[in-house]
């Protein structure tokens, strides 16, 4: 099994800026790609980043978070990061670490989700 911890979150007043991190640990034989999901009460969980382990890192945003968001990761650690800047109250949700791999207790590709990290933005 492959655990994701994840931290940072909090509240926030609107232009605020919190880091996120997300630390995976366990059965792993290696790491494809990390990123982040966000869920807001009512609404489906969706994209805000990702990033891939090799190269220079490939990255992607979300709409929502271009500009604001940056996406980065420290490989030796198996550790994501998510540094939001200039938030909004919409930024409101639950933000869940995600990584897809091979870990040594499954024969193909799989993705692991942590347990989540409230982050609340309001005045």
């Known amino acids: 099994q492959v655990q994701l911890v994840e931290s940072g979150g909090g509240l926030v007043q609107p232009g605020g800026s919190l880091r996120l991190s997300c630390a995976a640990s366990g059965s792993i034989l290696s790491i494809n790609a990390m990123g982040w999901y966000r869920q807001a009460p009512g609404k489906q969980r969706e994209l805000v980043a990702a990033i891939t382990t090799g190269g220079n890192g490939i990255k992607n945003y979300a709409d929502s978070g271009k500009g604001r968001f940056t996406i980065s990761r420290d490989n030796a650690k198996n550790t994501v990061y998510l540094q939001m800047n200039s938030l909004k109250p919409e930024d409101t949700a639950v933000y869940y670490c995600?990584?897809?791999?091979?870990?040594?207790?499954?024969?193909?590709?799989?993705?692991?989700w942590g347990q989540g990290t409230q982050v609340t933005v309001s005045s």
């Open positions: 995600h990584v897809k791999g091979y870990w040594s207790d499954y024969g193909s590709s799989k993705t692991s």
